[in-house]
């Protein structure tokens, strides 16, 4: 594939007279899957990793450096190829302190200090990654013929299906079943640098095997693409041989009326085949992989570790999971379990997101939908677990829908605070929010914004005079707290600043 060392040396780049800055590791070996440009700075839910992305920046350098940051935390938590700023016209390089937020999240940036069209650019680097994406294509699609035509001339022989992988592929391929024991293996060891690609083979919705390739290539583009189309090749393969047992078949029932949200009256009943008790509170988890090497089973093995009734299910690539806790002190369980989560992710390339506590088990699919809300909610990177409970506020004012409502109330409450904002370029709005968040804690909120406790001491002082008073001795801090939240979080009208949305 097109490395971004190769875009950098193109014609249609060289015009823009990039520079790197910042020292991410291994930048210039990157690969870019693609090239897309963009102003939105909503832009991280519609990546999907390996682009290089051109911003002219205007948007991005009028915020304040804390936004800046969740930009930048953002893109990097999906594993986009690096990000390139356009600073020609804007009067000044690129800031220290953006580069450094950068550098921490792993983001390589290039700064473009010339005016080139970004059509020319993104043309010529996809053209190029078309070319060689089509040539990995007919590869992949040459195998899978011939699997197919093993499967039915000859049956699925998992010897012979491996072999043609690895020697196709120019790979090792190696095959276990879910508890770990070898299955198949074919090709030689790939020893030292090179590419590795692990996913799951599902029948019926439960992992009967995981698929390993490793190629001495950096590039794993040639694996993924061989991983997705082989993985269900491979799952009809192993359907004749793989019987789920019946405790194996009542988990996945349980699973699937709780995702799809069937009626209480059938989840019960299924609840009780999946040998749970009556009576037991439940919470669900979504665990989510950025990339093709998730290990879902180790994620599995150290929940199950804890104790307790778990319960999961692969499904559209996540993986659902379903604790079963006593109603007796379930918030401190479910403590132990988001540390268990927090614990088993950290390095690893999967995020997840757990929703609240429902007293009554037989409702899990509530918790599930508040999961799956959160996940969307927080963008959580690679290694992050996501608390419901804290995107509480943010989920209060998208279940508004009425904005026009919001609306009325927010101008209310703090519209002195959003005039100022908007008049001066500042950030009084999320200074407000961080500091209720933190309980009403100048020191904390400091840290958290990483400005000094005098910095936010004097920012407070401006937000009380436009409010007209302390917040916490006027007797509305609830209504503060709302209207800030809503002011951040919601896709308001144009007159309430947007300029702290995250």
Known sequence: MITLAEVLASTAMSEADPILRGNVPGTLRRIVRW???SEVLEIAPLLRGGE???????????LPPQEQDLYIRSLAGRNIAALALQTAGQGAPLSAR????????????????SVAPFVDIAEAVNRLVVNEQAAAHQVVDEVSRRIARQITDRGP??????????????????????DGLPMGHAGSAIAGDGSTVVTGIVVGGQLAAELTLRSLSADPFLLELAADRLSGILAL?????FRPTPAQVANARLM??????????????LWLAAELLPGQAAVMAIFRASGREANFSAVERVLRAGGGKIKSHLWDGDLAVLFALPRSKTRKSREALLHAAREALRGTDTCAAFGPTVDDGFR???SYVEAQETMGLGMPAAGEVLDAIEFLGRRIVRAVPDSGFLELYVR????????????HGTALLASLLCWLESGCNTTASAVTLNVERQTMHKRLNKIRDLLGGDPRTSGRLFAIHVAAAAAAYAALAPTISRRAIH
């Open 256 to 269: 699937e009326a709780v995702i799809e949200g069937v009626g209480v009256g059938n989840v019960e009943r």
């Open 237 to 241: 393969a192993l359907a004749q041989a």
């Open 52 to 62: 290089l992305l051109l911003s002219g920046g205007a948007a991005l350098l009028a």
């Open 98 to 113: 953006l580069i450094a937020a950068a550098d921490s999240y792993g983001l390589p940036v290039i700064e473009l200090r």
């Open 412 to 423: 209310a409450c703090i519209g002195e605070v959003l005039d100022w904002d908007r008049k």
């Open 35 to 37: 090239v897309h440009s």
């Open 157 to 178: 022989h998992l010897p012979s299906i491996l072999e043609m992988v690895a020697t196709a592929l120019v790979a090792e391929v190696s095959m276990a079943a879910s």
């Open 364 to 366: 899990a699919h509530e």
